[in-house]
């Protein structure tokens, strides 16, 4: 159903409910494919991936039905305990989009967003960018705004799928709602339907006084809460103190890249975790639990700290893609093992995408593919001298960086190299000089150089010297 939007006031409530119909599934899926969830009695078909269901299979279908039309069937037992670890997974994604959030067991999400549209622009750019991301997580899901929770609710349960603003608006489409689904109870809707009564305007048109005699006094209650009549106080899932996720497979995992699907949404839930709480992570810990119950344990650091799932996600495949697995792995867990707070005046909390690559990405994409010794930070030092002007740095802590003079290259050699004669000028173009530099009398390294800035007959430029010998030496190159 589409509407159009009328957009709501500063003062209007609005609340957005995702339902996961497929979340016991899902959350024991490995990656997509032909799969279904047992009932109670592991007899029937309770619930089918959307493969499956492409497939022929559907919900109620007998084991030996399904297996007959999909022998490639991958079958689950009902794990609710795995189901809650996923919702608040899910709950912490959502800390991305809104402070507050609401569980709704076994399979629902409720989220106030009416103080959060202007972080977005708008509910339509908040929508896109929660579809986006929904996207990654791979989760079936419905969806619905409500003026009240329980108006989000219900359309979203009863397959409205719509993004709209306004206590009007809701209201319309609400007195559209069949009886049956307003998750009353069983016997309440067929004393409902034996008085005709199909759709909840026809309800809502009953005087109070007859609803509160005939059904009592708690579905009087239950409509005022619907329409925003009543108040309907909600309870907000507050995020743990430390962050940690564990995820148990439903069978052995042998190649490590498969386990970037589960960890795409560990990170997803670690992002909305750091921007709920304005922190970043500095360092990761990823334990691999193999079929013996030994741990693999495995550092992932970022140099500057980020929140940002993407970003971590690069980082973490980096180091999977070194990671040869010797023995299956039946589960994953993610820890952060430190953390710090964001500059709030250099970082954005809701964006998405960088204008341009951060160097603490490049510097963190290296270590965790050299090595952590293999690069390492280096400082400036007080002395003119090129070779004697910078050091490596022992804390290894990022600190804002020191600012390259001007004129000098990128790449300085660890010794200067003797320029033969048959490039020496003007076979190599002098584009910017001298710069004499003379400097050292105190100790027994002192120089007497005049640098300039050329240019190779190949298109590079460098940065090359004459002693005073008058022989030149290359003593670096520009990027």
Not at 191 to 216: D, K, N
Not at 321 to 343: N, T
Not at 398 to 422: F, T, Y
Request: net charge neutral; aromatic share 8%.
């Amino acid at each position: 159903m589409s509407m159009p939007i009328t957009p709501a006031t500063e003062h209007d409530p609005l609340w957005l409910y995702l339902h996961f119909p497929l979340l016991a599934l899902e959350a024991q899926q490995l990656e997509a494919g032909i799969a279904g969830l047992l009932d109670d009695r592991g007899q029937k078909l309770a619930l089918c991936s959307y493969e499956a269901g492409q497939a022929g299979l559907e919900p109620g279908m007998a084991i030996a039905t399904a297996f007959s039309i999909c022998p490639e069937l991958e079958l689950f037992h009902p794990n609710p305990e795995r189901v809650q670890q996923q919702l608040e997974s899910l709950a912490l994604w959502a800390g991305s989009f809104s402070a507050q959030v609401v569980l709704c067991p076994p399979e629902g999400l409720l989220l106030e967003i009416a103080s959060m549209l202007h972080y977005f622009d708008g509910l339509k750019s908040l929508w896109q960018q929660m579809q986006t991301r929904l996207r990654t997580l791979g989760f079936h899901i419905r969806y619905a705004t409500g003026h009240t929770p329980l108006a989000a609710r219900l359309l979203a349960r009863g397959g409205r799928s719509l993004c709209i603003e306004g206590c009007e608006a809701h209201l319309q489409v609400l007195q559209l709602l069949p009886i049956n689904q307003l998750e009353l109870p069983a016997k309440q809707q067929d004393q409902l339907r034996g008085m005709g009564l199909l759709r909840l305007e026809q309800l809502q048109a009953l005087p109070r006084e007859a609803i509160s005699s005939r059904f009592g006094p708690k579905l009087l209650d239950y409509l005022d809460r619907i329409s925003g009549q009543r108040p309907d106080p909600q309870t907000f899932f507050e995020p743990p103190p430390l962050f940690q996720q564990f995820h148990e497979f439903s069978r052995e995992v042998e190649n490590s890249m498969a386990l970037l699907f589960p960890l795409r949404r560990m990170l997803e839930s670690l992002a909305g975790y750091l921007r709920r709480t304005e922190l970043l992570a500095q360092q990761l810990e990823l334990a691999l639990v193999e079929r013996d119950g030994a741990h693999e344990l495995y550092s992932i650091g970022h140099a500057a700290g980020s929140a940002d799932a993407e970003t971590w996600l690069g980082l973490c495949k980096l180091r999977l893609e070194q990671i040869k697995l010797q023995k299956p792995v039946l589960a994953l867990q993610l820890e952060v093992e430190r953390f710090k707070g964001q500059q709030q005046q250099s970082y954005d909390l809701f964006e998405r995408r960088k204008q341009a690559e951060d160097p603490m990405d490049l510097l963190s994409r290296l270590r965790v593919r050299l090595g952590e010794n293999a690069v390492q930070p280096v400082a400036l030092c007080a002395d003119h001298r090129p070779e004697l002007s910078w050091q490596f740095r022992a804390d290894k802590k990022e600190k804002g960086g020191s600012v390259l003079p001007r004129g000098r290259p990128g790449w300085l050699l660890q010794k200067p190299q003797q320029i033969a004669r048959q490039q020496l000028p003007p076979h190599i173009e002098l584009l910017a000089g001298p710069e004499r530099i003379s400097s050292g009398w105190w100790d027994t390294r002192q120089v007497r150089r005049d640098y300039y800035i050329g240019r190779w007959v190949d298109g590079r430029y460098g940065w090359l010297f004459r002693d005073a010998g008058g022989d030149w030496f290359l003593h670096g190159w520009f990027g």
